[in-house]
């Protein structure tokens, strides 16, 4: 059966769950149709509610692009966040959606994409679910069509999915390696593609890479989770010299051991996740490592006109870890 077309109301209060949506319209009577001046005063004051909703819809929207952030610095604009069903990337998400972005959950994980749109959503925020593998460039393609049909435009995109394999550089099978490289590195170049004309038609952007530590300073066993964010600090080197006429900042944040389920989820038991959390605290000269929160803390300043001036370069961030030659 064909699909019905929507309204770019309906669609608009299918995209950003508007709290008066038309399912939880009161209005709706389950009576069947009928003539009398009780149906015929409850079928104008149904039409004017709807209208009411449509517009109110159309407003949140429109609003979610204008208003400012309480730090009173982050002009509200759309994010798409790549991998943000969960963890760091949600942690993103939920940031600039505070922050007055409507943002796109974008993530291989539907079902879990879809739950983290609409927690936001029950939160008052505009959140899309658009189910992405960016592995696939028609995938990719389509992710950003439906930020821009359902928000108008994208002006911060956020590479943040990625997956990693420990092995030594001998026991990594190269359709591991070539995995990797595909979800950490040739995703971020997909999606940069296809996102900086949109940018450019609005006048700029910021486009920020999720690499990690592991571009400055690695591990015995990280051959290719090493070779995919290093290379992912160099596309953010030659993005920023290709966009920057475009107005278009790229940046690299990269992050120390964040509590955060790429740690969590290394086939490790409950034990070897404390001792991992304990090894990269006592690394650290703060003693901790990083939550989710201090990566969208970071994200949220990057993508703000605080650092308008900041591109092509990559921030360590890693609770001083790296500072330390550790040769006594
Ligand atoms: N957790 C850490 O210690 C740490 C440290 C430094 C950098 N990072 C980086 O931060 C990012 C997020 O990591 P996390 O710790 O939140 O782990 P995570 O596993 O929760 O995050 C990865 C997300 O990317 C999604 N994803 C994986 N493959 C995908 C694909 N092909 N298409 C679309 N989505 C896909 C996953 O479903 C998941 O939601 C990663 O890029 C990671 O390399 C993590």
């Known amino acids: 059966m064909k699909a019905k077309k929507r309204t770019g109301g309906e669609r608009l209060v299918r995209a950003i769950g508007a709290p008066l949506g038309a399912t939880q319209n009161p209005f709706a009577s389950s009576l069947p149709f009928h ?51 969960r963890g ?6 939920t940031r600039l959606a505070r922050d007055g972005y409507a943002v796109v959950i974008a993530d291989i994980l539907a079902d879990l994409a879809e739950q983290t749109a609409d927690e936001l959503r029950q939160q008052g925020f505009s959140a899309l679910a ?3 593998d960016v592995r696939d460039e028609g995938q990719v393609q389509r992710m950003v069509e439906e930020a821009v ?34 979800v950490n590195l040739r995703a971020a170049f997909l999606a940069t593609k296809h996102v900086a004309p949109i940018m450019r038609g609005r006048g700029g952007g910021v486009i920020v890479n999720i690499a990690s530590i592991h571009a400055f300073a690695t591990q ?10 290093t290379g992912l600090v160099g596309l953010t080197r030659a993005c920023a010299l290709d966009l920057g006429q475009w107005n278009i900042r790229v940046v690299a944040v990269c992050p120390g051991a964040v509590d955060a389920p790429m740690l969590r989820n290394q086939r490790m038991d409950e034990a070897e996740v404390a001792e991992t959390i304990r090894l990269w605290s006592s690394a650290s000269p703060l003693n901790t490592i990083l939550q989710p929160e201090d990566v969208a803390n970071c994200v949220a300043w990057v993508v703000s006109d605080q650092a308008r001036m900041l591109t092509g370069v990559a921030i360590l961030l890693d609770a001083g870890v790296a500072t330390d030659l550790r040769i006594r």
């Open 35 to 85: 003539h009398s001046p009780l149906a015929h005063r409850r079928r104008f004051y149904h039409s004017l509610f709807t209208s009411h909703c449509r517009l109110f819809s159309t407003r949140q929207s429109l609003f979610a692009s204008r208003c400012r952030s309480k730090e009173g610095w982050v002009v509200s604009k759309v994010a798409i966040v790549t991998g943000s069903a």
């Open 130 to 132: 658009v189910p992405t």
């Open 88 to 93: 760091i990337g949600k942690a993103i998400a």
């Open 149 to 182: 049909k359902a928000f108008g435009g994208v002006d911060v995109l956020v590479n943040n999915a990625g997956v990693i394999w420990r092995a030594s550089v001998t026991e990594t099978p190269t359709d591991a390696f070539d995995f990797v490289l595909a």
């Open 220 to 229: 015995a066993g990280m051959a290719a989770y090493a070779a995919s964010k």
